[in-house]
């Protein structure tokens, strides 16, 4: 059973143009973390949300976790080659440090 | 560059080879996990160390076989793979994985590609 649907899982995009990418699941989550993967290395950690409604930016890159703490969001504005990776979603529901992921938006901007 | 350090990077074995791969960290973390990536998949959860002590298995077969000398390393022992078990195998840390475990970022290594013949 996949608790956290995340979607797209493909996006290909022009070079300046926005896109959003979802993770929605029926479950609460105490906590919600998005990564970033690029080829031949691990996820790297973007950000982690744990206030439901809260909103946080890094650069270019805008998270949002749900009010109800059951979704999360991540808004790319003007997104460029560098950006081109596999996103992922991970929720925990304080469960040992067990992450549930969702199945990840393959990226691919070009110039 | 990454704290979390895996050897080796790429490892190619046969059926009835026993290997090991290892996982090194230095940020003082006392919970680390080993999972399983499939190419363009969301890694999938094997194994959970907490304070160099197994807290959680992933119902993953006997061929897989973790080891935590200390609260640095993190080993896992090879034996008799399938070709299935062809995937990236990632290790993490994070600073625990008690009740809040979950909220603290994990840091994962760039992960040992591993090849089965």
């Known amino acids: 059973t996949q608790l956290l649907e995340q979607s797209p899982q493909f996006l290909s995009i022009q070079e300046g143009e926005n896109l959003t990418v979802y993770c929605n699941s029926s479950s609460v989550f105490s906590s919600l973390q998005w990564y970033r993967q690029e080829p031949g290395e691990g996820p790297v950690l973007l950000v982690t949300v744990v206030t439901g409604g809260e909103v946080k930016k890094l650069k270019r890159l805008t998270f949002q976790f749900g009010d109800a703490r059951k979704d999360s969001s991540l808004h790319i504005t003007a997104a460029q080659p560098g950006d081109t990776g596999l996103y992922l979603c991970a929720g925990a529901r304080n469960q040992g440090g067990k992450l549930i992921f969702g199945q990840g938006t393959e990226l691919s901007v070009k110039p | 560059d990454t704290e979390v350090t895996q050897t080796p990077k790429h490892l190619v074995m046969g059926m009835t080879n026993k290997k090991s791969l290892k996982c090194e960290q230095h940020?003082?973390?006392?919970?680390m996990y080993w999972y399983k990536q499939k190419a363009k998949k969301p890694p999938e959860l094997m194994f959970v160390y907490s304070y160099e002590k197994l807290s959680i298995n992933e119902s993953v077969p006997s061929r897989f076989s973790p080891e935590c000398p200390n609260s640095s390393l993190l080993n896992l022992h090879l034996h008799a793979l399938q070709p299935e078990d062809s995937a990236l195998y990632l290790c993490?840390?994070?600073?625990?994985?008690?009740?809040?475990?979950?909220?603290?970022?994990?840091?994962f290594g760039d992960g040992t590609r591993l090849s089965i013949l």
């Open positions: 940020m003082g973390h006392r919970a």
């Open positions: 993490a840390s994070s600073r625990s994985s008690g009740l809040l475990g979950g909220n603290q970022p994990q840091h």
